[in-house]
């Protein structure tokens, strides 16, 4: 059951992502700015079968 809530949380990030972000320096007096892009693909989800309860 826990792979499947793991899985749906991906399946939810699928798509591009553009993060910015401004830092105010105040002892500086100076601002910066960073931008951040990322692509999410939607994968191929491989549950393997139980373990078998031998031993």
Request: charged share 20%.
């Amino acid at each position: 059951m826990f792979i499947s809530k793991f899985k749906y949380f991906f399946d939810c990030c699928v798509g591009t992502w553009v993060a910015q972000r401004t830092y105010h320096d105040l002892t500086h007096q100076q601002v910066e700015r960073s931008r951040t892009q990322f692509t999410i693909e939607q994968s191929v989800w491989r549950i393997p079968p139980p373990r078998s309860g031998g031993g």
